[in-house]
């Protein structure tokens, strides 16, 4: 799990702003997610329950407080 405060991408940030997300709900799904797992080129992904609400949330590999997009989840 990462401890630094995240920082997110132009694409993240347009996204936490859809989902209506704050800088603290996504900090909360990477300190505390329900699952963790990686992408075909090896990006960690976060999801977690934000108010009702699956998120996840896929990590730079090059910069681990870096957030690259956020997105909604069915399952």
């Known amino acids: 799990m ?3 405060a995240v920082r997110l991408s132009r694409h993240a940030k347009n996204q936490a702003r859809n989902l209506r997300l704050s800088i ?3 900090e909360s799904i990477i300190q505390r997610p329900a699952y963790i ?3 075909r080129h ?3 992904r ?3 329950e934000i108010r009702g609400v699956r ?3 896929v990590v730079a590999i090059d910069e681990p407080d870096l ?3 956020i997105h909604k989840r069915r399952r």
């Open 55 to 57: 998120v996840r949330a």
């Open 67 to 69: 957030i690259v997009t």
């Open 24 to 26: 603290a709900d996504v």
């Open 46 to 48: 976060y999801t977690g």
């Open 37 to 39: 797992d990686r992408d």
């Open 2 to 4: 990462l401890n630094l």
């Open 42 to 44: 090896g990006k960690p």
